[in-house]
């Protein structure tokens, strides 16, 4: 059009004008007009294609109507459309016997049918009737694309939207139309699965049953599947997800469009690790050691393992006791642990991080940057962990931003991520060091160092290797603070609800509501029997205490700090020294095997309450299923263990818990449980308000590595040896095993080939893993998973040590 | 002498014929749509007609039927096709009989008999599985230990799959439209609604029922 686009567009839709936005599309508008137009191929968070043809209304703009798809025409002011005109039903019902003509119909075996939107705008708009007779197209019924998805090539329409995600969304090219004509199919290329991290999202918009998740395959039909909406706690995302159960059991996750948080997207883990939740390896009783054999765990009651817990806790005495864990759990729960410990027990020995994370004052003190903020930043910088492993949906919205230019990704780290494609800038430098690679970045005349300094900057900041001690990263995020003032913080923390659970105060120093010890609130004096004065131990410190013989009582809670602890041995020994064990948890992980006693609590879909994300919004968790066995909700287990040592939580529900943390917590007075209950927590409340003055420790620099080893980097994949991957069996076998990647020359240097077995020494353990060279490592690193079946990292690292080192022999 | 006339009724219908009959030592024919318990049907070869697709679940408004899918498996599948039933209950303290998921069935796996005789001592013999629902290598329904069963009663099976043809389409009269069944093979069409002859109360069931060709 030649006219020049005023800022408000009004456009004519049967009859009823409608205001729209320049640019917006027709289809677009209707929606918002509550027109619906029928439609395949059109999603509103891709890129419009007009594949389906079944948005064909009648446009007119002044040349008299004509049949035109509505996903395709940007509105023009002065538009007069008709979406129910005879030539719109005749192209609709055309359409609709077109796409019949070889659409098999399965729909009792499609576990589409049911939800379908072929089916229902077939029922809606259809003709009723076809004139096809011959035979339909035939192909190989499901084929496996992936070790999630099956694809029925039979059932496709070819509406585009699966590979669009695929190539716009998610970055990974990998299904796409081959051949021409009658024979056109999509097809995954020769020998290379659709292995996505977020191939199940093709499921979900899939307009038929083409795509269909292994996970679900007939497990349910839609009409007996029954559905809340809860938030994902799988990583800190906190996506937005429809929980789907059938008798009483999890069947699907469904993504839920939020625009601040996953746009409807999740990842495979999140969406498919409701199998874990179904598990026959749930913990069902508690259980604790039999007195003739103390190696076996014994079922065991309630009243007498709650009495075994609270009697070792009561000999330890509060100097002597600690608490690990509860980053898994919903906020009421972390506060009722957290009121646990420091009100009844009187001790500040609690750490919801596992060593593996930032300390609670520097993560409750940096000024937070919200996920859209990020997205739509001048410049994001990502230090830390590789995102599309660990925030797999940042990862994803931050892609999407850069690529559409709405921001430039730059990143700094040592050793290639997810997010390198798309990243304006990646910076190498060696491990523990990034701190001195941005300072000379900063110092150089690069433009980037203008950008950086003028324009806004969102920093994502996190451990980036478990390998290194929390220093490195410190460092950085002081000399950020230095240089870079007007920087806002994204902390890339790992595990759930870790960002409500230090809200909760459990952390060492903190109290709830991001408060320092010293500085309680009149509501939680109040509330409190006692407030510990003096500062506790963090896990690392708790470890270390216990394997010395300081500590009598560790109490885990949904922590494993055998597997999860970057110090293994560190953890083991302090696992044998310690004389009571308390673990509360779902499974026997490695290190609830060692557990004096073990009880049961509710995993994810089995309890409701809050979770809080790395950008502080807090959103609603809802319960769909009753508990396996007798598993409690922790607030419960906690407020019980709080009475058998003669205090009382005052705690009699979740909605009295978050009650209760209003009055308490500064920081979330105001977000009233009414609120959280609220059609407003859809979106999530944000809350970032902090009373901690961010304090920041002077850097150090990390020791010379020495010519003969190499400096060991160790990151989480999204599929690896986590209790929930493991106990889904469609996601265990995804995990890889254990690999070292090695730059080539180094392998070389050593006489040893790709793909051999070497001996690995480190100052902790020695052990024979595979090598792979990889030319995409810095020589003079190693990068080894750091939770990969078959061997974690964490045997060689060494938490003392600002950065590991490792030497590599031939076997 | 007046006390008489009472029996005049009574004398003159001795001689009358009976209408009530010796039940449960006799039975009556029951007429041809009569709903009594389900059977699940197999094809000729063997193969079981039911796919598992929960429409007779869904359909039924006492929510007595739990249907649960599977994939088959390849080497040796349950029913064509991808998927087939791997659990199927009716709970006969709740089904009214009412049919539907007759209606609803879209492979004809689901069909009601005319046995309707059963006393159950405990509730879980009331729910009937799918290896008693289903019907044996002769394609006769499987006697449960508690029904009451006559000579002839099992050859009563499948009565009329849908009141009408196919969505009631006149084309469809006269043409056959169900598949091969294991024990009757393909069964003759059902006739038009207009040239059925009045329904007559005959002792041969079977004919009425629409099987034909096959001799039991």
Known sequence: ?811 | MGYLAGFKVTFKKLFEERVTTEYPKEKRPKPPRFHGRHVLNRYEDGMEKCIGCELCAGVCPARCIYVRGADNPETDPVSPGERYGYVYEINYLRCIHCDLCVEACPTEAITESKLFEFSFSNRNDAIYTKDELVVGDDGLPQRQPWELWHEGDDLATSGWMRATAPSGNPDYQNRSGWSGELGYGIRSPEMGQHDRPEPQETDNETEEDGHSGVSH
């Open chain 1, 1 to 811: 059009m030649s006219e020049s686009t005023p800022s408000e567009i009004s456009v004519t839709i049967n009859g009823v004008q409608v205001e729209a936005e320049p640019g917006e599309m027709l289809i677009a508008a209707a929606d918002r007009a509550g027109v619906h137009i029928p439609r395949f191929c059109y999603h509103e968070r891709m890129s419009p294609v007009g594949m389906c043809r079944m948005c064909l209304v009648d446009v007119d703009t002044g040349r008299g109507p004509m049949l035109q798809p509505s996903c395709m025409v940007p509105v023009a002011d002065g538009m007069s459309v008709n979406t129910e005109s005879e030539d719109t039903k005749r192209a609709q019902e055309g359409i609709l016997e077109f796409l019949l003509v070889n659409h098999p119909l399965d729909c009792p075996v499609c576990d589409k049918g049911g939800e379908c939107p072929l089916q229902d705008q077939t029922m809606a708009y259809g003709p009723g009737e076809s004139r096809f007779v011959e035979e339909k197209r035939h192909y190989e019924k499901p084929i496996p694309i992936s070790d999630l998805v099956h694809l029925d090539r039979e059932r496709c329409i070819l509406c585009d939207r699966c590979t669009r995600f695929a190539d716009e969304v998610a970055g990974d090219p990998l299904i796409h139309f081959t051949e021409r004509g009658n024979a056109t199919q999509v097809l995954t290329f020769p020998d290379e699965p659709f292995s996505s991290y977020f191939s199940g999202n093709t499921v979900q918009i899939c307009p038929v049953g083409a795509l269909t998740a292994a996970p679900y395959r007939f497990k349910a039909r839609p009409w007996d599947l029954e559905q809340v909406e809860s938030t994902c706690t799988t990583c800190s995302m906190g996506c937005r997800v429809a929980v789907e159960s059938s008798r009483n059991e999890l069947v699907r996750y469904l993504g839920v469009d939020v625009e601040s948080v996953n746009h409807g997207w999740l990842c495979d883990k999140g969406r498919f690790n409701f199998e874990s939740t179904n598990s026959s390896h749930r913990i069902t009783t508690p259980l604790t050691r039999d007195n003739d054999d103390p190696r076996q765990l014994l079922g065991s009651d309630w009243g007498s393992a709650l009495a075994l817990a609270a009697e070792a806790i009561q000999q330890a005495g509060p100097g002597r006791v600690g608490l690990i864990g509860g980053s898994r759990l919903t906020n009421e729960d972390a506060y009722a642990w957290s009121k646990f410990a420091k009100s009844v027990l009187g001790t500040d020995n609690v750490d919801a991080q596992l060593g593996d994370g930032l300390s609670a004052e520097v993560v409750l003190a940096l000024p937070l940057a919200t996920i859209a903020e990020a997205c739509n930043a001048d410049t994001v910088l990502v230090v830390g962990p590789d995102i599309k492993e660990e925030l797999a949906i940042l990862h994803l919205r931050l892609r999407g931003a850069a690529t559409k230019g709405q921001t430039k990704v730059v990143e700094i780290g040592s050793t290639p991520t997810g997010i390198e494609p798309y990243a304006h800038r990646s910076i190498r430098c060696a491990p523990g060091e990034s701190a001195k690679a941005l300072s000379e970045l900063l110092a150089s005349d690069d433009p980037l160092a203008a950008q950086l300094k003028q324009g806004s900057l969102v920093v994502v900041i996190g451990r980036a290797s478990l390998a290194e001690s929390e220093e490195p990263t410190l460092s950085l995020a002081a000399s950020i603070r230095a240089e870079l003032p007007h920087a806002t913080f994204l902390p890339a923390l790992r595990r759930g609800n870790v960002r409500g659970a230090l809200d909760m105060g459990l952390a060492p120093g903190i109290l709830p509501g991001r408060t320092r010890l010293d500085q309680p609130s009149p509501a939680l004096s109040a509330n409190w029997n006692t407030v510990p004065t003096t500062k506790g131990l963090n896990t690392t410190e708790m470890l270390r205490a216990a394997a010395s013989g300081d500590l009598d009582t560790l109490i885990l809670v949904g922590a494993d700090p055998l597997s999860d602890f970057p110090d293994r041995n560190l953890a083991a020994e302090a696992i044998q020294k310690v004389k009571t064990l308390i673990a509360v948890d779902t499974f026997i992980t490695d290190s609830v095997a060692q557990a004096d006693v073990v009880l049961p609590a509710t995993a994810y879909g089995e309890q409701g309450g809050t979770t809080t994300n790395i950008e502080g919004r807090i959103s609603r968790l809802t319960q769909k299923i009753t508990a396996t066995g007798s598993a409690r909700d922790d607030w419960m287990i906690a407020t019980e263990l709080a009475w058998r040592l003669g205090g009382d939580l005052r705690l009699g529900s979740k909605e009295e818990i978050w009650r209760e943390i209003e009055q308490v917590a500064p920081s979330h007075s105001g977000v009233t449980l009414e609120r959280v209950e609220s059609s407003e927590a859809h979106e999530g409340i944000l809350v970032q308000r902090s009373s901690i003055e961010l304090d920041l420790p002077a850097p150090g620099t990390p020791p010379v590595a020495d010519g003969y080893g190499l400096r060991l980097v160790s990151g989480r994949k999204l599929w690896d040896a986590a209790t929930t991957t493991t106990y889904s069996p469609s996601l265990q076998p995804l995990a890889e095993a254990a690999a070292l990647r090695v730059h080539p020359n180094d392998l070389q240097r050593l006489g040893i080939s790709s793909g051999t077995d070497v001996r690995v020494i480190s100052t902790r353990s020695t052990e024979i893993i595979t090598a792979i060279a990889d030319d995409s490592i810095e020589r003079g690193t190693a990068m080894l998973p750091f939770n990969q079946p078959g061997g974690g990292a964490n045997r060689f690292i060494d938490a003392a040590a600002m950065v590991n080192d490792i030497r590599i022999e031939t076997v």
